[in-house]
C-alpha cells in the first residue's frame, strides 16, 4: 500500500476508534474529541498494525522485560481519553505526564494549546528517548521529556495546572502534591487493597480530594514507588492463591487446616443484572472487611475445594485460619446473578455471613449512588482529622474513603 493510502487508512481507522468513544460516552468533551482526531495515533505505535493502534480498546505494548511483562506501552485510547477528560485540561495549562509513550503527551499538548506547556517524565531511558524520537518527527517538539523517577516528582517545571499519571501507583508520593499548582488536579491509577481506579482529585492545601474513580488497568509504577502484593499459597500448593496488596494479615500455615473443612455457603439476596457494574461492591469490600484479598485458583490444579464463579478474580478475605470468597449462581429465570459467599475453616459459617452482611449492606446503602469520595492526606496525620470511614494507609499517605448514599452527590 503506498503512503497516501496508508494515511487515508489510520485517518479512517482514528475516526472510527473516536465515533466508539463518543458514542460509549468515554469522550464527552470537544476538545478531548478533537485531539484525538487530530493526532496520528499510528506514527506512535509503528510497531503494531494499524488495525490495533486503533482499537479503542487496545494499548500496543511496547517494552517488555525477560519474562514478556510489559513495561511500557501506549495505552489504550479508551483509557487515555477516559484520564483525559478526569484531567480537564485548559487551553494555556501547564501539565506533567508521568509515564512517557509520546502519544499522550501530544494529546495533552493539542489541549493545552501554543500557550501551554507539557513535561513527560519517564523512568526508563530508553522510553524517553523513543518518545522524543516520535514526539519531534510527529512535531510536537515543544513537549519537554525528562527521564528520571518520579517519585522525586519533576520540581524543575512545576508547578503544574495538571498532573496525569500513566503508570499504575500505589502511593501518592509528597512531590505530585507539593508540584501541583493550589488548585490543580491529579489524575492518578491508584492501587488500593489490590484494586485500582482512575481517581481525579483537586487539591486543597496539603491534600486532595476526588472527582471522580473510574475503573482501569495499567503497567505498575517501577523505581522508589514500586509495591508488590504478597502472594499466600493456601495449603502450600499452586492451587489456590490470596493476593494481599498490603502485607498479609496471618501466618500462612494458620489456613492450613481451612481446606480440610466442608464448604459453607451463604446466599444473600442481593442480585445483578447482566450488563450491571459493580465496580463499587468491589471497592466497598476491599474497604470494609479485614484480611481482604484477591483469589486466583490454578484451574490445571482444580481440585473442587474451592468453586468460585471466576477462578482468576475473587473478591476474598482472611480471618485468622478461616477464608471465604464472593461468588455467584445464576437466578431462576437465568436474568440475573445472586451474590453469595463460600468459606472454608474452623469459623466458616461465622465469615460467610459476615460478609453477606456486607453484601447486603452495599445493596441498601451504597448501590446506585456515585461511588466513595477518596481523600488523600500526608502519611501521620492523626486520625480525627481524617474525613471519611475508612483509612488505607500508604508510605507517603492516608487514603481515606467515604460512600455517600444513593441520591447523595460525593
Ligand atoms: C503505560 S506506559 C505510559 C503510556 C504513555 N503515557 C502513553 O502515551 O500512552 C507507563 C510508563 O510508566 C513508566 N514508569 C514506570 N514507573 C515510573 C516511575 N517511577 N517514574 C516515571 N515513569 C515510570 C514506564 O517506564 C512506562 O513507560
Given amino acids: 500500500m503506498n503512503d497516501m493510502n496508508a494515511a487515508d487508512r489510520a485517518a479512517r481507522l482514528r475516526d472510527e476508534a473516536v465515533d466508539t468513544l463518543v458514542a460509549g460516552g468515554t469522550v464527552t468533551t470537544k476538545e478531548v474529541e478533537s485531539a484525538l482526531r487530530k493526532v496520528p495515533r499510528h506514527l506512535f505505535a509503528r510497531e503494531a498494525p494499524l488495525e490495533d493502534v486503533y482499537d479503542a480498546y487496545r494499548a500496543v505494548v511496547t517494552k517488555t522485560d525477560e519474562y514478556g511483562v510489559a513495561q511500557s506501552s501506549v495505552s489504550a485510547p479508551q483509557v487515555q481519553a477516559m484520564m483525559l477528560e478526569q484531567a480537564g485540561i485548559a487551553p494555556g495549562a501547564r501539565v506533567l505526564e508521568i509515564g512517557s509513550g509520546g502519544y499522550n503527551a501530544a494529546l495533552v499538548a493539542e489541549l493545552v494549546g501554543e500557550a501551554g506547556e507539557v513535561t513527560t517524565v519517564d523512568i526508563d531511558p530508553d522510553v524517553t528517548a523513543r518518545a522524543r524520537r516520535l ?6 517538539s515543544r513537549v519537554r521529556v525528562v527521564t528520571s ?6 520540581p524543575q517545571h512545576a508547578r503544574y495546572d495538571a498532573i496525569v499519571v500513566t503508570a499504575g501507583a500505589w502511593d501518592i508520593p509528597c512531590a505530585w502534591v507539593r508540584d501541583l499548582a493550589p488548585h490543580g488536579r491529579l489524575v492518578v491509577p491508584l492501587r488500593m487493597r489490590g484494586l485500582t481506579r482512575s481517581i481525579s482529585f483537586n487539591r486543597h492545601g496539603d491534600h486532595l480530594a476526588s472527582t471522580s474513580a473510574l475503573v ?8 522508589a514507588g514500586a509495591h508488590r502484593e504478597t502472594l499466600l499459597l493456601v495449603n502450600g500448593t499452586d492451587e489456590i492463591g490470596l493476593r494481599f496488596d498490603d502485607g498479609m494479615p496471618i501466618q500462612p500455615q494458620e489456613l492450613d487446616n481451612a481446606v480440610r473443612t466442608p464448604r459453607a455457603e451463604v446466599w444473600s439476596g442481593v442480585t445483578l443484572g447482566r450488563q450491571e457494574p459493580f465496580d463499587t461492591l468491589q471497592l466497598y469490600l476491599a474497604t470494609v472487611l479485614g484480611g481482604f484479598c484477591i483469589m ?8 473442587g475445594v474451592v468453586a468460585p464463579t471466576n477462578k482468576r478474580y475473587s473478591l476474598a478475605a482472611v480471618a485468622g485460619d478461616t ?16 451474590f453469595g459467599v463460600h468459606a472454608l475453616g474452623p469459623h466458616r ?3 460467610a455471613e459476615e460478609i453477606a452482611a456486607h453484601l447486603r449492606r452495599w445493596n441498601e446503602t451504597v448501590r446506585g449512588g456515585s461511588g466513595p469520595t477518596i481523600g488523600v492526606y500526608p502519611a501521620g496525620t492523626p486520625t480525627d482529622q481524617l474525613p471519611g470511614e475508612r483509612v488505607i494507609d500508604k508510605r507517603h499517605s492516608r487514603i481515606t474513603l467515604s460512600w455517600p448514599s444513593p441520591g447523595e452527590t460525593s
Fill in 349 to 351: 459459617q461465622q465469615l
Fill in 216 to 223: 482501569c488497568g495499567f503497567v505498575p509504577m517501577r523505581g
Fill in 149 to 154: 523517577d518520579a517519585e522525586e516528582g519533576v
Fill in 296 to 303: 486466583a485458583v490454578d484451574p490445571t490444579l482444580d481440585s
Fill in 135 to 140: 514526539l519531534d518527527e510527529a512535531g510536537y
Fill in 323 to 338: 477464608f471465604a470468597y464472593v461468588t455467584t449462581r445464576r437466578t431462576d429465570d437465568e436474568s440475573s446473578v445472586e
